[in-house]
């Protein structure tokens, strides 16, 4: 997939703003893969092609979202992930700024899912089934006890 990212001063010149960049990302609206994410990767790609520097000021949710015409929590959601992985730092009243620590920049970006189909350990159906001891007669046990295997969404904790 290819990102169009643009930066330029030339759609800013009649507008006052402290930092002007242009930041254009041309979302695949028919594609499988959502949004948000699209514009995940979009960011992380421009930040290892290094028209994203370490400290850049990023526009705001609700600019980029009515530059690409999404939703602001769409944009918000992007950016909270971007913090999460460590991509961007977020400080209350300054903006969303490009790290100054990045993560490890040698992996590749993916779409969402691939990385489930590209494992290279088996996922179970089903979880273990794990023997429960009870305690012996006359004895209490005092830990938070043993779940029930059964019960635990293997299939869902695996895709996650």
Known sequence: MIWNLQFSQNDWSSKKMLRPWDLQIVLDRAGAIPAWQQIENAIIEAIRRGRLTPGAALPGTRDLASRIGV???TV???????AAQGWLTMEATRGTFVSAMLPAMDQQ????????????????RSAPDLPVTPPEPGVLRFDDGTPDTRL??????ARA
Do not use: C, H, I, W
């Open 71 to 73: 939703n602001r929590k």
């Open 109 to 124: 970006v993916t779409p969402a899912g691939a990385a489930s189909r590209a494992a290279v350990f088996p996922l179970r």
């Open 76 to 82: 918000q959601q992007a950016y909270d992930e971007l």
């Open 152 to 157: 635990m969404p293997a299939e869902l904790v």
